[in-house]
């Protein structure tokens, strides 16, 4: 995490600027992992301890999963690491070029209201255009 913006409700939730985490196990990771070349992904992932301890059944399961995020364009979990949380992240840049990075939401939610995180989509994908635009 190298920067985080607060939203304007009195309870919200943050996540420590400079905090790492398991590209495995977050929806950003997940959408780097998912722009990478099949053969930088193996190399990858054949070297991280996480996905190594993971089952053969979960290793399909997170393929499967990193090939709907390319599809899609975009990486979205529901209750995944913390109870009461959506996420959403899309890729800043352009395919084929040095820069690897991902903007992304998370938020707070009832149980009794789940949203479905891909509203947050639209967003996401541009503010990423307007970033990656920038950039360029």
Known sequence: VIHRVEGPRPVRLAVEVGGR?????????????????????????????AFASLTKAAKARLFTR??????????????ESIEGVVDAAVAIGRPGTPLHATIAISALHSPKRIPDPMRFAEALRACAARISQFLS
Do not use: C, W, Y
Request: proline share 5%; charged share 20%; hydrophobic share 40%.
């Open 21 to 49: 985490f398991s590209v495995l196990n977050t929806v950003s990771g997940r959408m780097l992992l998912a722009g990478l070349p099949e053969e930088d992904l193996t190399r990858f992932l054949h070297k991280d301890p």
């Open 66 to 79: 990193l090939q709907t995020i390319r599809q899609e364009g975009i990486s979205t979990a529901v209750n």
